[in-house]
């Protein structure tokens, strides 16, 4: 696959995202692929646990903003990455997530779909949509909010702040706060590849349940479809284009 490179280590899975030009900012494809392995290792026996990582420095620099900018609310109702945001978050076996660099927006959305996040020095993550006149849409919000409480969700969310390793890790939103998180998520799947697979797909589709049961995650993506036809949004994809502030109308 073209922009996912996948190596087997032995009882678990190493994912690399590879779009380094583009600081493997997640597009359709992306994420079809990513889906689509998903799926595969979740009926592989031999694959106990997955390690997910973003290459060159970075985990994923958000959505892409090319497919965002033209994408209206009619086409997102249809969109197919909705198919597999939840093919993703449906993989059954554990997810380690190991951010350095960049996590944000989609990225950060992804992430937190991980059931341990761990964070290297270089970390910085954020939801900073908003900056660009939408919202996030694969309930990274919603997430984002169970995890680390509705203040600091909210500061988040609504300032498009990005915060640093110690902060994440500070406020509960990591599980892991290391040195280096490529070679410490190594460790960890290989470690949790070594433990009892029965249980551990029953212990995180219960915590899964519990985490994410009370959410209203179809609320927030219909809000983002329908954020995608506002002259804000164009403004904001514009202004980042042109690397100027945005001004805003509220239309």
Not at 6 to 15: A, C, R
Not at 31 to 37: F, G, R, S
Not at 178 to 184: F, I, K, N, Q, S
């Amino acid at each position: 696959m073209e922009h996912l490179i996948e190596s087997d280590e032995g009882g678990w899975t190493k994912l690399i995202l590879n779009r380094p030009a583009a600081k493997n900012a997640l597009n359709t494809g992306l994420l079809a692929d990513l889906a689509a392995v998903l799926n595969r290792l979740a009926g592989d026996p031999g694959c106990r646990a997955v390690l997910l990582q973003g290459a060159e420095g970075n985990f994923a620099a958000g959505a892409d903003i090319a497919e965002i900018e033209t994408k209206s609310s009619a086409e997102a109702a249809l969109d197919p990455r909705k198919t597999h945001w939840a093919a993703i978050r449906a993989f059954p076996k554990p997810l380690v997530a190991a951010v350095e660099g960049f996590a944000l927006g989609g990225g950060l959305e992804l992430a937190l779909m991980a059931d341990l996040l761990l964070v290297g020095d270089t970390a910085r993550l954020g939801l900073p949509e908003s900056n660009l006149g939408i919202i996030p849409g694969a309930g990274g919000g919603q997430r984002l909010l169970a995890r680390v409480g509705p203040a600091r969700a909210a500061r988040l969310v609504l300032t498009g702040e990005i915060i640093d390793a110690d902060t994440a890790f500070a406020w509960g939103l990591s599980s892991h706060r290391v040195g280096d998180a490529l070679a410490e998520g190594a460790t960890l799947a290989a470690r949790l590849a070594l433990r009892a697979p029965l249980a551990l797909a029953a212990a995180k589709a219960a915590l899964v349940e519990g985490a994410e049961a009370p959410l209203a995650l179809t609320a927030e993506r219909a809000a983002f479809e329908t954020l995608l036809d506002s002259q804000d949004k164009a403004e904001g994809i514009r202004a980042f284009r042109e690397k100027r502030k945005p001004v805003y109308q509220g239309n």
